[in-house]
């Protein structure tokens, strides 16, 4: 008898071994067959709009008068905005928050939107980035998958998390940390590991796609990496909570100008005409252009030379009235910029080589400012090699921490406290825990 009990035992154990590996090996096929189609679409896609935007900075420097024509393309994008775009002006906000709420949907159209309005606001010199553009356009593929194939809200969601994986590694060419910035910035302290299969698909096919297309992204060199010193150590913290200081610097005044150009201008064109002309004015003030589009060549002579005190501001300066105004782009490559100088400027300060300061900054800055410490960690050793990798990952753990709950997008939600001595409510977005600061005023 007990052999019996035993065998059928054995034989219900097998079959419930045999029906769980069948569902894995589904769920892996089913991923790689719907990340795969994200990768591919949007690499090819993200191809196009890089091309596209290095054609728009070329015509830029070779016709400098396009400058004064600012206004005008900020008029025209916002206006197409606002007669078709529906929530699609939103842009990477609108993506969280279907995440978070799984309600509406997102316009397989904002891609189109995001690349047409951010080509645009590059070629008559809009000091913006280009991530935020890449993201959108995979977040739109994803939705448009989903549509699609039918899927379910979980389903769905974790495909958005795919296309915001294939959108990023295909726009900087880091497919692990893009792999880990989709699901790293849902939530502030929690990473979404359930759509890790989709999104590894879909960054490494991504990043393929857009390298077979002929993009090369841009290099770093990092010189000279220091040995190990309780000294150095010393320093590097210092510095990484100047970097956490400088990326909440940068997100509570982009959102600030937002909010402000909101208030007093009511008309979307009219808000980026303005904000256009005061960057004209801004340029002649400042008596150069070099912190206009991407800005790339401050960053790479950010590693080779020590930057003024002036570069890091300026750009911020310049990237937040830009966003702030009602501009399309992005704001990790003006992060990087911002970053890398200010990493050099402090090299000088701190007599350390210029270019390893540099790379921190680059990443420090970026880690605080997307409250994604792994992503960003991953993403240094990608771009600068495995050497700098202990200091890095130090660096962005400080910045993390020192950014406090602030970000560059305004609809990532709070997932848990970076202390136990600030209590928060439960999953509160950015944006409703910087407004708790300033409570608004009864009407009388």
């Given at each position: 008898m007990k052999r019996i009990e035993n065998n059928l035992f054995n034989s219900n154990i097998k079959s419930v071994f045999m029906s769980h590996s069948i569902k894995y090996i589904y769920t892996f096929l089913r991923w790689i067959v719907l990340g795969g189609l994200i990768g591919i679409l949007t690499g090819t896609a993200a191809a196009f709009f890089l091309k596209s935007l290095q054609f728009a900075t070329n015509k830029r420097l070779e016709l400098p008068w396009l400058l004064f024509f600012l206004p005008f393309g900020g008029m025209l994008v916002s206006y197409v905005y606002m007669k078709y775009g529906k929530d699609s002006s939103k842009g990477n906000n609108l993506i969280l928050e279907q995440i978070h709420e799984s309600q509406g949907k997102i316009p397989v159209r904002m891609g189109i939107f995001a690349l047409f309005g951010t080509v645009i606001t590059h070629l008559f010199g809009g000091s913006a980035g280009r991530e935020g553009t890449g993201v959108q356009?995979?977040?739109?593929?994803?939705?448009?998958?989903?549509n699609l194939f039918k899927l379910d809200r979980l389903d769905r969601n974790i495909l958005l998390m795919s296309g915001i994986s294939s959108g990023f590694a295909s726009v900087f060419g880091t497919p692990l940390a893009g792999t880990i910035f989709g699901m790293e910035i849902i939530f502030i302290g929690i990473i979404n590991y359930e759509a890790l299969v989709p999104c590894t698909i879909a960054a490494f096919i991504g990043d393929f796609i857009t390298n077979f297309w002929g993009v090369k992204h841009t290099h770093y060199i990092v010189g000279v990496i220091p040995s190990f010193s309780t000294k150095l150590m010393f320093k590097i913290i210092i510095i990484g909570i100047i970097f956490g200081l400088i990326s909440k610097i940068f997100s509570e005044l982009t959102h600030k100008l937002k909010k402000m150009f909101s208030i007093y201008f009511k008309n979307t064109i009219?808000?980026?005409?303005?904000?256009?002309?005061?960057?004209?004015?801004?340029?002649?003030?400042?008596?150069n252009r070099n912190y206009l589009g991407l800005s790339i060549p401050l960053m790479m002579d950010a590693?080779?030379?020590?930057?003024?005190?002036?570069?890091?501001?300026?750009k911020t300066i310049f990237t937040s009235l830009t966003l702030g105004s009602g501009y399309q782009g992005g704001e990790v490559t003006p992060l990087f910029v911002i970053g890398s100088t200010l990493g050099s400027f402090m090299s000088g300060i701190m007599n350390e080589p210029i270019s390893f300061f540099a790379s921190l900054g680059l990443i420090g800055v970026f880690a605080g400012a997307t409250n994604a410490p792994i992503a960003s960690f991953i993403m240094g050793i990608e771009l600068f090699g495995s050497d700098i990798g202990k200091y890095m990952f130090i660096i962005c753990v400080t910045s993390y921490l020192f950014s406090g709950h602030s970000s560059i997008y305004s609809a990532q939600k709070i997932g848990m406290s970076k202390t136990k001595f600030i209590s928060l409510p439960r999953d509160i977005t950015v944006d409703k825990y910087g407004e708790s600061f300033y409570p608004k005023k009864d009407k009388k």
């Open positions: 356009i995979g977040a739109s593929i994803a939705e448009g998958v989903s009219i808000k980026s005409a303005v904000g256009g002309i005061i960057v004209i004015i801004l340029v002649y003030i400042v008596g590693f080779k030379y020590t930057s003024k005190i002036q570069d890091f501001i300026l």
